[in-house]
């Protein structure tokens, strides 16, 4: 996975925070992370129908729907795509001992345990939502650390 998910799931976990939309640019100060780079992972969100942009003064960026439906596969899926880790291919068919493509009427092993691993970390990851990542931050961070990012958020800069 990229990194641009990590700075993606950071910003959909700290924008079920606040009430009022968040400029990007307040996003990217609170994560130390480049404007420009962190523009991208915020488009690809809005791209997937998970985020979207607010105009105007106090416009910025909300989440569309509540964190419990936004699972961490949705937002993997929209930075990332939602290719497999794995493509298979069929290096059997290659080489001096190459297999012919014609015996090749299944997936071989090592396509098989791929395939096995990639639908249990898309289950993995579908089973996990915004919500139970906020949830999370209060254990990980203390008591009130998310209610403080978005005070924090919620304040204009300056």
Do not use: N
């Given at each position: 996975?990229?990194?641009?998910?990590?700075?993606?799931?950071?910003?959909?976990?700290?924008?079920?925070?606040v009430?009022?939309?968040?400029?990007?640019?307040?996003?990217?100060?609170?994560?130390?992370?480049?404007?420009?780079?962190?523009?991208?992972?915020?488009?690809?969100?809005?791209?997937?129908?998970?985020?979207?942009?607010?105009?105007?003064?106090?416009?910025?960026?909300?989440?569309?729907?509540?964190?419990?439906?936004?699972?961490?596969?949705?937002?993997?899926?929209?930075?990332?795509?939602?290719?497999?880790?794995?493509?298979?291919?069929?290096?059997?068919?290659?080489g001096?001992?190459?297999?012919?493509?014609?015996?090749?009427?299944?997936?071989?092993?090592?396509?098989?345990?791929?395939?096995?691993?990639?639908?249990?970390?898309?289950?993995a990851?579908?089973?996990?939502?915004?919500?139970?990542?906020?949830?999370?931050?209060?254990?990980?961070?203390?008591?009130?650390?998310l209610?403080?990012?978005?005070?924090?958020?919620?304040?204009?800069?300056?």
């Amino acid at each position: 996975m990229s990194g641009g998910v990590e700075w993606a799931l950071h910003c959909c976990v700290v924008l079920t925070s606040v009430r009022e939309p968040v400029p990007a640019a307040r996003l990217a100060e609170l994560h130390e992370v480049s404007p420009t780079y962190l523009a991208k992972q915020l488009q690809a969100l809005s791209r997937a129908g998970l985020i979207h942009s607010v105009q105007g003064k106090s416009g910025g960026y909300e989440l569309t729907r509540s964190p419990e439906l936004i699972t961490v596969l949705d937002v993997v899926d929209a930075v990332d795509g939602p290719a497999p880790a794995f493509v298979c291919t069929e290096i059997r068919q290659r080489g001096p001992m190459a297999t012919p493509a014609e015996a090749c009427t299944t997936p071989c092993a090592i396509s098989r345990a791929m395939a096995s691993a990639e639908t249990a970390r898309r289950a993995a990851l579908r089973a996990i939502s915004v919500a139970d990542l906020a949830r999370s931050v209060e254990s990980d961070y203390g008591t009130g650390a998310l209610a403080g990012m978005g005070t924090w958020l919620s304040t204009p800069a300056g």
